[in-house]
């Protein structure tokens, strides 16, 4: 089986991965990180977001070997003790209900936000509408990213 | 029938149930009247420090565990369990914590996730726990200085002296306390003197699900665990012929493929697992495995037959004695049909389970809504002592009634056992939306008449399903069995405007289909609600009456006039413009009565969209005003999914939606601003998770009407298609 070189959250990980396993299952199964979520296995429900090089990517949908030198951020990357902006407004507008989708959801955000500091609602609906909340935190998805732009201001 | 007051799925389940562990008793609402088992002074694994009750434990440093005996799916049990305790006990939420309890009925009382009954079921228990917890303290600490307790009182995790503001944290007393007996009566406090309950305190369970670190069934890991996954028929009820799993063997990693099953109601669903080191392994394998099916002697559902069959069987029940007689008196008449979809629970963590089965005992963990009845049906199945049964609660990725049946942890077992290892049986997204149990469609034919004063004087309400009860005890052959129908499936239908009307008329008939249904979030009246409230609105329509004004005229309860004069000002009712797109309906169903007004517009480019919903819940005393508006914004959401986007239909005995590429679900563009208000009264605790979905379609459809004149009798429609 191949072996790969990847970083995620900063850290260097070697994995032997069948060049075909999506990212996902490398990051929750291999390298143990389980704040990624399995939602749809078919890039659309956005529950397995992450980043490469900062850009929101489906992981699920992603092979391992595509990768390549990108580096990957999680969930876990943000923060451990949700001092990430996002995080904090996240809590702060009491988002998550059952919470599952909501890795995604802030990784989806945390992309938004990095290029656009100041979304208005019709960027929020284009960045965010590929994330599913079943739930249905979509009114305080949308205050929270609100929110978190007015940390920085 | 009366209104029951109880749930309609425990009262199924104990029609089940009979002779086994579960029963009724055991489900009924803790009343208050008697204390549950709540000495428990030992340690206990899941309880660091000393346990003072079974929900309550506090170590030397003062440090406080309550316990959450019910599944925690999103509805914010996790939190509001704890705050009735914490509550009475007199600690600050800030300084607990909290803990899943274990299945087990005899410490922690009945534990099923349904029926929107934490808050309502549990706050008499929760809160005289916490007193006696309280006053157990107390009685140590005055004695310790030799005061009478009356001058003493607890406050901030400590006892106080008052004279002399002597105090005593709750860590030096604990152990003492532990063994005391409880006292017979306490005292509860004043509403008025809440310093938690009533108050939006934020969510502990929020910061784990921020950072990655809350643990959902899916992320729970064992030593030496192996990872299943299962192919099953996608055609329901057909057996395993025959497979070759000469491939799927040699995918590095698997290790087993064997032939499973899996309770179902009354029958067995086969499948074929295949199990391997890690879950990408088992899913490569499952690509390679051959099977073929037997299909055993039924005729292939699909929804074409499905709806025809609950249309004849609408025509086929007759009115009640009298009904007819009292229908042609009236001066204007009205008959109307409503049809709805059927629908899958698709919450977003797919349904899994971790069995570890040994030779003397079972242990299960995850995301589960019923860990008592898994604990029974597995020590039943298994032959296993029912406290040899362990079942660990995770988080639950969602629920809405799906994860309250105990087919998958069954299905685990029987892996585990066979393979004589832990193992974890995930099922991938197409299983979860394609296997059901599905919410049933239902159809309706409504009947209203109006007196001379353009009241209403009769009304009928005639509803052809599949009633969840019959696949436990499949009914016998013959026409539509309409008096056991009627027992249960007319939740969210009509009980508040029994009292304003004359003459009444019901009567439902059973559809029977190789179909697996089951409860989903506010069950019959998901579907009831929109039939109900919609036909309102055309006797208001006709009556010439406000739909409003009329509702009000309908319904004598005082409680009801309440919630229609807030709506009304809420909304400005009573001063908006003719046709302007407004429509309301209210419901009410596991105790909680909800309104909603929706307000609809017509843009430029000609389509129709929601502009606002304003929600009203009257859910009595209430614990956090918070969680209880995310509920009614969540309920919105999944009721505007069910309404206008999705639904699960069957062609050739299968379901046709897979994946959310075709079960496509609301996302936030499709969300209009929603503003959720709660009725203050005194009102006792009512249901909060589920009451706040079933107004949302008719209010929606009536909105739709008083705009453009056109009414929506079947569900989902798309709001393109509104001219």
Redesign the interface.
Known sequence: ?PSYQLSVNGKAYTVE??EQ?PLL?VIR?LIG??????????A??G?CTVHLSGAPVRSCSFPVSAVGEQPVT???G?????SHPV?RA??AE??????????GQ?MSAVALLAGNVNPDDEA??AA???????????????KAIKTAASYSH | MEPQDISRRNFLRQATWSGAALTLAAYMPANGSTLPEIVNPVMDEYLPGTALMSWISIDPAGKVTLMCNRSEMGQGTFQALPQMLAEELEVSMDDVQIAFAPANPEKYGPQPQEGSFSVRGWAPRLLRAGACAREMLIAVASAEWGVPQRECYAENGAVWHKPTMKKLPYGALVEKAAGLQPPAEVTLKKRADYKIIGKPAPRKDIPLKTNGSAIFGLDKKLPGMKYAVIERSKRFRETVKRFDDSAARKIPGVSHVLKVKRPVFSQYCEGVAVVADSLWAAIQGRKVLKVEWDAPDFEPAGTASLEKQMRENLGKIESQAGFEHEYQRCKQQLEASYETPYQSHSCMEPLNCIADVRSDRIEIWGPVQEANWIQADLSQRFNIPIERVTVHMTFLGGGFGRKGFPDYPYEAALISKEIQAPVQVVWTREDDMTAGPFRPGAFYTLKGGLDTQARIHAFQAKTATQWIGQDWSPAPPGPPDAASYNKGNFEGLLPPYRQGIPHFSFGGAGTHSPIPVMWWRSVSASTNGFACESFIDELAHLAGADPLAFRRAHLPNARYQALIDRMAELTGWNSRAQNSGWGAAFTECFTGICGHAVKVARHADGKVRIEKVVALMDCGWYVNPDIIRAQVEGSIVMALGAATIHATTFEDGKAVQQNFDTYPMPRIADIPPIEVHIMENDEKPGGVGEPGLPPFAPALANAIFDLTGQRIRRLPFSLDDIR
Do not use: F, H
Not at chain 1, 33 to 42: N, R, S
Not at chain 1, 78 to 82: A, V
């Open positions: 089986m991965a069948d396993m299952w199964d990180l389980t704040g990624t979520k399995y939602g749809c296995g078919i659309q429900c529950a999680t969930i876990e943000l923060s451990e003790d949700n995080q996240w809590i009491q988002v998550p209900q059952c919470g599952y989708c909501q890795s802030i929020i609906n965010m509408n590929g994330n599913i909340c079943r739930c249905g935190t979509y009114p305080r998805i949308r």
